[in-house]
């Protein structure tokens, strides 16, 4: 059992060698580096993200020295109101990249996300393309307030767009491709994952199209479809279950707006056996969608009911053994898993 | 201010306060598609306002600031076309009366029903002109209601620690649907509120549209000039109920009375007429040339087809 915090507040390590290899935190501020020098209309904003400060993770750290104060933005303690801000600046054709310190926080913002933002486009045509960083997920004996999945609630709301990165390569290429959209797209990062992934990630101009899912492994007897922080301890299951001669298909959304529904129903359609697997509360959440899209589309391929793993309908609770009740693991989806295979 | 000037400012304040009579008229008529607000009593407000503007300055009006609206190059047509739900009208029938009316080529950010949500957008649309060194304006509205909001407070202090060029009208018209401003807040000079956050605040008669134009053609300027954001405080009236629907019995009808004289419209009419600037055939041929535009643009309206039901998913989100 875990007991500490393992997301860390160190500086962000920059890579260049050949093996590119990075952390997810990484490619995160590499891809927005990059973007930065590419496009003069992007801007970072946020609470402590300037300065030598560079944010409560040090994802911005030293792009105040490179970029100037005007294109790095300290935020007053007001999402409400900065979140707002950058919807202006987006009508007026700038590209901010809001921090959320935590994605927790991002409440205290929603009516300028979900009133305002989202349905703009909709309403009078004034295109909003802002992104908003929220660091989310939990496993990092952080409590209620710093360990929250909220992803559910700006997926059901019309107008946005919602991507959860897996790996440091989706971390960018996930990245450039919600700077560059003309849409608002809320981008959970995985704090989990920042300083404990490793990974390829392309150099360059590398671009993940948002809307698209990602077979991250093949396998014929069941099917794990997950997103984010999960798609890592469903490979760990994976793995175990290989052992056991079970193979699973492992389904990495990448994004939870506009979900991916030819690709969750080809591999549905092929196992014929579903878990949907997400940090988030089970109850309610985006697995309660894809499962209802396999039910309505793949119910003559499904040989056994489709099952869910999420979080417990209860706040994200802090001590260690009370988090690791709540949370989806490797071990819980093992032996979910396992079960489904046997059906 | 010349006498053009003047007289330009009667202008829209005289079609302004048309397309609202009429407007009232087409709903009690059972002609309007839901709701519908009456600005009466506005008029000084958004003209006034509305006028100082340049041309290159961006503006976030509310649904009581039709003048502004307008005098940014909104057409009635495409106003009545909105308020019609019709396909002609601004948001293609996306979004309800005058909700939704926001047109880029125009300079102008529509507004949403959480109304304090224009305060910050309108700051960052300022705060983009500071980052391209470009020298634009940002103004916006917002009612005593909304005042009471978080939003208020949050986005004045972030555009006082920006200096950002922003300028903010109170209309301050004593109701907030029907709850007065003693029931709202202990102080009921909003101007006020400036002070805590190191900005300037200047209180107008909302009723006056000579002295809401001068004061916030000098605001715009200081602002352009790099002097920051400023908050400007017009008194005034609400004439009607929050909406169509509403008798506002629970308004003192002395109050009203009392308001009545001070109309903004007719008001400035006796000035121009008194200061022998107009005659009373000049002004009866603005009133007609201002009855044919909004005849117009309600039969424009009335004749522009609904939107395509089929057409209901289009336009979420942007290409």
């Known amino acids: 059992m875990s007991t500490g915090s393992n997301f860390g507040f160190t500086d962000v390590e920059q890579i260049d060698d050949e093996s590119r290899q990075l952390t997810y935190i990484a490619a995160i501020s590499e891809a927005m580096r990059e973007e930065m020098e590419r496009d003069p209309n992007v801007l970072m904003m946020g609470e402590d993200i300037a300065g030598d400060f560079g944010g409560a993770f040090k994802v911005t750290k030293g792009f105040e020295k490179q970029f100037g104060a005007r294109r790095v933005m300290n935020m007053p303690m007001c999402e409400l109101a900065f979140v707002g801000a950058a919807t202006g600046m987006a009508l007026m054709g700038l590209r901010p990249v809001i921090e959320m310190q935590f994605a927790d926080f991002i409440t205290s913002a929603f009516d300028s996300i979900v009133q305002y933002a989202a349905t703009n486009y909709y309403r009078w045509q004034g295109a909003v393309p802002w992104v908003i960083r929220a660091p989310s997920d939990g496993g990092l004996r952080s409590g209620p307030f710093h360990s929250q999945n909220p992803e559910a609630w700006f997926a059901h709301a019309p107008g946005l767009k919602v991507v959860t990165p897996a790996t440091p390569a989706d971390a960018k290429g996930l990245m450039l491709a919600a700077i560059r959209d003309n849409n608002p797209v809320i981008y959970f990062e995985a704090k989990p994952l920042y300083r404990s992934l490793k990974g390829y990630v392309p150099p360059g101009d590398y671009v993940v199209p948002i809307g698209q899912a990602n077979l991250v492994r093949q396998g014929t007897d069941l099917s794990i479809i997950t997103y984010g922080a999960q798609l890592r301890e469903a490979l760990v299951a994976a793995d175990q279950l290989a052992a056991q001669g079970i193979q699973a298909d492992v389904l990495d959304l990448r994004t939870v707006k506009p979900l991916d529904s030819e690709a969750i129903l080809t591999t549905a359609r092929k196992t014929g056996k579903v878990l949907v697997v997400h940090s988030a509360t089970q109850l309610l959440g985006v697995g309660a969608e894809v499962a209802s899209m396999i039910a309505d589309q793949a119910f003559e391929w499904l040989d056994a009911p489709v099952r869910r793993l999420g979080g417990l309908d209860v706040p994200v609770p802090f001590s260690p053994p009370l988090e690791d009740a709540y949370r989806p693991s490797a071990a819980k989806i093992y032996t979910i898993a396992k079960e489904l295979a046997a059906f | ?319």
């Open chain 2, 1 to 319: 201010m010349t006498r053009d000037q003047q007289l330009t400012l009667y202008y829209w304040m005289r079609l302004t306060r048309t397309l609202d009579e009429m407007a009232v008229a087409l709903w009690k008529q059972g002609r309007g598609v839901g709701g519908m607000f009456s600005q009466r009593g506005h008029e000084a407000i958004s003209v006034g306002t509305g006028f100082a503007l340049g041309p290159d300055d961006v503006v976030a009006p509310m649904h009581r600031d039709h003048g502004c609206y307008m005098l940014r190059g909104l057409t009635p047509r495409r106003i009545m076309g909105n308020l019609l739900g019709r396909a002609t009208g601004v948001s293609r029938g996306r979004d309800a009366n005058m909700h939704g009316v926001g047109d880029l080529n125009l300079n102008l950010i529509g507004f949403i029903s959480h109304l304090p949500q224009s305060l910050p957008v309108a700051l960052g649309a300022a705060m983009s002109f500071v980052y391209r060194g470009e020298p634009r304006v940002a103004m916006t509205y917002v009612g005593d209601g909304s005042a009471s909001e978080g939003l208020f407070h949050e986005t004045l202090n972030m555009a006082a620690v920006f200096n950002a060029p922003y300028i903010l009208i109170v209309e301050n018209n004593q109701y907030a649907y029907s709850t007065p401003l003693n029931q709202q807040m202990k102080m009921p000079d909003l101007v006020n509120r400036a002070a805590a956050y190191g900005i300037p605040g200047v209180m107008v008669d909302g009723n006056d549209v000579e002295a809401v134009y001068a004061i916030t053609k000098d605001a715009i300027e200081r602002a352009r000039a790099g002097g920051g954001p400023m908050l400007i405080e017009a008194k005034t009236m609400r004439m009607m109920g929050h909406a169509i629907h509403d008798g506002a019995e629970y308004v003192p009808r002395e109050l009203l009375a009392e308001w009545e004289r001070r109309d903004p419209v007719n008001t400035y009419e006796a000035r121009l007429i008194a200061a022998n600037l107009v005659d009373q055939v000049e002004i009866d041929e603005i009133k007609q040339r201002c009855t044919v535009e909004i005849t117009d643009a309600i039969q424009y309206a009335e004749n522009s087809p609904f939107p395509d039901a089929a057409s209901v998913t289009e336009g979420v989100y942007a290409p």
